[in-house]
């Protein structure tokens, strides 16, 4: 996601989704003018609380300060895989972005060496929780379609010891039945447990080095408005 400092003076930045303004907060401090999109009432209270300008509600039902308002960058980290209609969104965000502006969003990546590993237990699955998922392939594929330019991918590896980490312990669940009596996430608390972190660590290192950029759980895709 952005992580320089905007090029033009008051430049503008939207981010869908953004929780309790904790990136919001990082943007600013680069130089964006922010605004920002949640449809937790708690964490928009949250950011409100921290001086940010948030708008409670779904995307298509948002009241921005005129109808035409646009924006230099629009922002969605691990948003387009939550929603109903992620077509409906990518065309919301293509009307409210400016001429030349950017969208930048991030979300699991169904082509990833660890999807293809683990299959029905990666923890990218998330059900019921994602209600879509992506490769880089077909998210640029629609984008292009819907006339955004300079469409460009990059996987990331930054969560994946985690995610695998889950993986492994959802899979050992689907396998064992006494641990598939237990719910929600695993966290490494033994010794032996921050080893295996270690091990995903290293074996994700190998993998990135072995089947190069395809092989991140999740993507981020650049694309512009022409």
């Known amino acids: 996601l952005p992580g320089t400092s905007p090029n033009k003076s ?7 989704g953004c929780g309790d303004g904790e990136r919001l907060a990082f943007f600013q401090q680069l130089g964006w003018q922010v605004l920002g999109q949640d449809v937790d009432a ?33 922002v969605h980290n691990h948003v387009l895989e939550h929603v109903v ?17 950017q969208l930048i969003m991030a979300t699991p990546n169904t082509h990833s ?25 077909v998210l640029k594929g629609l984008l292009t379609a819907k006339g955004w330019k300079d469409v460009h ?12 980490f889950q993986s492994e312990w959802m899979q050992r669940r689907r396998e064992n039945a ?6 929600g996430f695993k966290h490494p608390r ?3 447990e921050w080893g295996l972190m270690m091990w995903l660590s290293l074996r994700q290192g190998f993998k990135a080095w072995r089947y190069g950029a395809v092989v991140g759980d999740e993507f981020v895709i650049f694309a512009t408005k022409p």
């Open 153 to 164: 991918v990059k996987t990331l590896t930054t969560h994946t010891p985690g995610i695998h």
């Open 10 to 16: 008051a430049p503008t930045l939207l981010e869908l």
């Open 85 to 101: 209609n992620p077509w409906q969104l990518l065309d919301w965000c293509y009307e409210h972005c400016r001429t030349g502006g």
């Open 113 to 137: 060496w660890g999807a293809q590993h683990y299959g029905a237990a990666w923890c990218g699955l998330d059900a019921p929780r994602h209600l879509f998922l992506f490769n880089p392939t």
């Open 178 to 183: 006494a641990l598939a009596r237990g719910t």
């Open 42 to 74: 708690a964490a928009v209270q949250h950011a409100r609380s921290k001086g940010f300008e948030v708008m409670l509600g779904e995307v298509a039902t948002l009241s921005l300060a005129t109808n035409d308002q646009k924006f230099d960058v629009i």
């Open 190 to 192: 033994t010794l032996k």
